[in-house]
């Protein structure tokens, strides 16, 4: 995609290694990374993906055109893909997981502060004046208590 000079097609841009890496490394888990992307909207994102990102590449001017690098084209990407999963999800659960994927989600292992192993059971976002949280609710494995934290959103 770098040294893109003409208008691009669709098709071209459908075939892009940059698209489909970029896809590929989203829709997969590997150590600390887990797909915040619901299979059910895969197929439609990617689509929506390639049809965005045809639009931003063939609006650049020819200035701009020569300047990108493969950087820039995956930076561009991944912003189209989270912007498009966010239109595609309608979950409450959903929405806060494709924000904030590397947050705990539902049935995620936690522990408590005293060292009770824990599972996440629910999350909210929570504003303080300008400042965001993640409010998690978790049920300690043992005793089933439940109990809360919170972590400052980016």
């Known amino acids: 995609m770098t040294e893109v000079k003409e208008n691009v097609s669709l098709e071209v841009v459908r075939k892009s290694p940059a698209l489909h890496e970029t896809i590929a490394f989203w829709f997969s888990d590997r150590d600390h990374l887990r797909?915040?992307?619901?299979?059910?909207?895969?197929?439609?994102?990617?689509?929506?993906?390639?049809?965005?990102?045809?639009?931003?590449?063939n609006l650049l001017d020819p200035k701009a055109k020569g300047e990108v690098d493969d950087e820039v084209v995956g930076e561009k990407i991944e912003e189209i893909i989270f912007a498009s999963a966010m239109e595609l999800v309608t979950d409450a659960e959903q929405r806060i997981t494709i924000q904030y994927p590397f947050m705990p989600r539902p049935?995620?292992?936690?522990?408590?502060?005293?060292?009770?192993?824990?599972?996440?059971?629910?999350?909210?976002?929570?504003?303080?004046?300008k400042d965001g949280f993640l409010m998690v609710l978790a049920r300690e494995t043992g005793s089933g208590k439940e109990w809360s934290t919170r972590f400052e959103l980016p």
């Open 107 to 129: 049935g995620d292992p936690i522990t408590s502060s005293d060292g009770a192993e824990s599972k996440v059971i629910a999350r909210k976002i929570e504003k303080e004046g």
């Open 35 to 57: 797909s915040p992307f619901p299979p059910a909207i895969r197929e439609e994102l990617t689509e929506r993906a390639a049809v965005q990102f045809h639009k931003w590449v």
